[in-house]
């Protein structure tokens, strides 16, 4: 069974970083699509980054220049390094493997909550 466990989330105060990981196991890492979604109460879940396969990466406008996705393939793990945190990126983070055969997995979250 695919497995995707996310960790790192926490309370962290405005203007504070964080660092997201998700540990991927039981898929061939090397050839999945990573990234990065995420809710707010109340809200639609979001895209947030990607990293591809070939390690190209794409972000969200509202976070760009203040988060980045990398993979390590030797731990089958996806990061995601969050700086200059602000209140409304407060939400359930979710991890997520996809490829162009239609496989697509996802995390059980982890919350991140940006508050003073």
């Not at 504070?16 to 809710?39: D, K, P, T, Y």
């Amino acid at each position: 069974q695919v497995q995707l466990v996310e960790s790192g989330g926490g309370l962290v105060q405005p203007g504070g970083s964080l660092r997201l990981s998700c540990a991927v196991s039981r898929i061939l890492f090397s050839e999945m699509n990573m990234a990065w979604h995420r809710q707010a109460p109340g809200n639609q879940r979001e895209w947030v980054a990607t990293i591809t396969s070939d390690g190209a990466t794409n972000y969200l406008n509202s976070v760009k220049g203040r988060f980045t996705i990398s993979r390590e393939p030797a731990e089958n793990t996806v990061y995601l390094q969050m700086h200059n945190l602000k209140p409304e990126d407060t939400a359930v983070y979710y991890c997520r493997a996809f490829n162009i055969f239609g496989s697509d997995y996802w995390g059980q979250g982890t919350q991140v909550t940006v508050s003073s």
